[in-house]
């Protein structure tokens, strides 16, 4: 099992930045993708950004692009997800979760969960 607890979520100004971070517990050698994701209220979880274990490769989505920066900290087993430029549109709660698939995972593929922190953006 693996446990993820995220925190630095709150809230903030359009413009303004936050920095999320994820610590991982447990089997943390049993994953090889970690990623975030959000959801607003009345709208699906979606897609923000994934690293690999080894932090060399990441992905984000169109959405966050030129934004948002992820980053993991191998020694500290937490990853991060740095967001500035913040849009009103960036209201959600961040979950990250992990997967054990070595290709880029769908987010079905993603087997640990955390329970989330409400990220809002003041117009």
């Known amino acids: 099992q693996v446990q993820l607890v995220e925190s630095g979520g709150g809230l903030a100004q359009a413009g303004g930045s936050l920095r999320l971070s994820c610590a991982a517990s447990?089997?943390?050698?049993?994953?090889?993708?970690m990623g975030w994701f959000r959801q607003a209220p009345g709208k699906e979880r979606e897609f923000v950004a994934a690293?690999?274990?080894?932090?060399?490769?990441?992905y984000y989505a169109d959405s966050v692009k030129g934004r948002c920066t992820i980053s993991r900290d191998i020694a500290k087993n937490t990853m991060y997800l740095q967001l500035n430029s913040l849009k009103p549109e960036d209201t959600a709660l961040y979950y990250c979760?992990?997967?054990?698939?070595?290709?880029?995972?769908?987010?079905?593929?993603?087997?640990?969960w955390g329970q989330g922190t409400q990220v809002t953006v003041s117009s």
């Open positions: 979760a992990a997967s054990p698939y070595s290709g880029r995972p769908t987010m079905v593929e993603y087997s640990y």
């Open positions: 447990g089997r943390t050698s049993s994953w090889y993708f």
């Open positions: 690293i690999t274990k080894s932090g060399a490769t990441t």
